[in-house]
């Protein structure tokens, strides 16, 4: 009966300490003991509670997207749209890429498209123009929207012709999120107004 008293008592002074330690060790500041747990890489804070490090935003460089249906360009001979027989060439956006450098709380972003040129039936030998349109856009903001004239020299019309253009300096404020988008496409304007009758 004694041996079991005391075994009794011995347990619940046994439990009551080590509760008290537990509360001692989660009330200690910024000290670490055998109870705490091990302190947490930053990383993996930071991808638990869905935040961004300062270096994965300065190693981060927004990506190059192309809008539905921007990634043909057909040109026609005059009174010849989207007749097959009057196509004078189609143009195919195949690549993108993009890289990014960092200055001054700027980042000037320089933006390369790939593609091809292939000849139709009412086309020939010679320049050809293509409109490009290259936008940076933060949700609705739009940073930077420009159209460009890319000129392709076609020497063989039997053939696809290469082609690579460049846009070299495109300057925005250094991103705080993740949040750019980069857009390339062809863009041929808005459409003509009809001739006053």
Not at 43 to 55: D, H, M, Q, T
Request: net charge positive.
């Amino acid at each position: 009966m004694v041996f079991r008293l005391i075994d009794g008592r011995f347990l619940t002074a046994l439990a009551t300490a080590g509760f008290m330690l537990a509360v001692t060790g989660c009330q200690s500041g910024g000290s670490s003991s055998f109870l705490s747990p091990t302190p947490k890489d930053p990383k993996v804070i930071a991808a638990e509670e869905g935040k961004i490090l300062a270096s994965e935003l300065l190693a981060y460089c927004p990506n190059v997207t192309l809008r539905d249906g921007t990634a043909f360009f057909n040109s026609y001979a005059k009174g010849g749209q989207d007749d097959p027989a009057k196509l004078v060439h189609q143009s195919a956006i195949t690549d993108v890429t993009r890289s990014c450098t960092r200055a001054d709380g700027t980042m000037t972003i320089k933006v390369g498209v790939a593609g091809k040129v292939v000849v139709g039936p009412a086309g020939g030998a010679g320049a050809i123009t293509m409109p490009i349109r290259v936008a940076v856009t933060r949700g609705e903001e739009v940073l930077y929207s420009e159209l460009h004239k890319n000129a392709v020299q076609v020497t063989d019309p039997s053939t696809a012709t290469q082609w690579v253009f460049t846009v070299p300096n495109i300057n925005i404020p250094n991103p705080t999120a993740r949040d750019i988008v980069i857009y390339v496409g062809y863009d041929e304007g808005p459409a003509k107004k009809p001739a006053k009758q």
